[in-house]
């Protein structure tokens, strides 16, 4: 009498691919022989010490040699990793870090539902105008009906875009003056358009120059101003333009 060998089965871990199929080693097997088998967990899901059921199969003669001393063993089935790619959007000024993205996701099995939840956060460096500032995101998890078989990783996501300086509203009042022979025009000017956090830390460049076109004693005088610098934060509504002296406030004329 020539028994049946037993074999002993092992389960091989392997990553979600939305698939029951299973890989397991086996041992005792004499010499060169191979057996076929089939090896499936119970689902295709993620999971830890998942069962493996394992049964000898085919029509190779050498199966006809083995018996399984263990037709059932486990193994785990771990997330599938996630690639996500964010770009940023440029943004006007607006005394926050926050900003705002797209992104695309690649790695998801077209079966399986899934997407990034919308509470993830976009946050620049920092408030301040510049280009190619650096972002970040954070808080990004995962949703959808298969969301528990892949896993994505946030922490390492940065990219680029801008921030744009914002526009300001300035008006100008001309003082008038006396009759000097000269076309230097006194005025006086206010800004608005500030955000709270910059109100007494954002003026008007003293580089300006306000003249008017006609030196002679007159009323309504244009006075042209020019070389408008502001704070980096912020555009001056007008970088050069004209009023008249007597308007109550700047008009923007040409």
């Known amino acids: 009498l020539i028994s049946k060998r037993y074999l002993y089965t092992t389960g091989i871990d392997k990553n979600y691919d939305r698939s029951v199929l299973a890989n397991v080693s086996i041992s005792n097997l004499v010499g060169?022989?191979?057996?076929?088998?089939i090896a499936q967990y119970d689902d295709f899901n993620v999971g830890s010490s998942k069962n493996i059921y394992v049964a000898i199969s085919g029509s190779l003669f050498t199966n006809n040699n083995y018996q399984l001393f263990n037709s059932l063993t486990?193994?785990?089935?771990?997330q599938r990793y996630?690639?996500?790619t964010f770009t940023g959007l440029n943004k006007v000024y607006n005394a926050l870090t926050q900003g705002q993205s797209t992104y695309t996701i690649s790695g998801i099995y077209s079966?399986?539902?899934i997407d990034i939840s919308n509470i993830y956060l976009t946050n620049f460096a920092d408030r301040f105008v510049g280009n190619n500032k650096p972002i970040y995101i954070t808080n990004v998890s995962l949703i959808g009906d298969d969301y528990f078989n892949y896993i994505?990783?946030?922490s390492a996501i940065a990219f680029n875009a801008n921030i744009t300086p914002k526009l300001l509203t300035s008006n100008f009042y001309s003082l008038g003056k006396v009759y000097d022979r000269n076309s230097y025009a006194p005025v006086w000017y206010n800004l608005s358009g500030f955000f709270d956090i910059d109100i007494g830390f954002v003026d008007i460049s003293q580089i300006w120059m306000s003249t008017f076109r006609n030196v002679n004693v007159a009323n309504n005088i244009y006075i042209d101003i020019s070389k408008i610098e502001n704070d980096e934060r912020y555009l001056d509504a007008v970088c050069s333009g004209r009023f008249r002296k007597g308007l109550s406030q700047y008009s923007r004329l040409s």
Request: aromatic residues 10%; glycine residues 4%; hydrophobic residues 35%.
């Open 82 to 84: 996630l690639k996500a």
């Open 111 to 113: 079966e399986d539902i």
């Open 74 to 78: 486990s193994g785990n089935v771990y």
């Open 152 to 154: 994505i990783d946030s």
């Open 32 to 37: 060169s022989d191979v057996i076929n088998y």
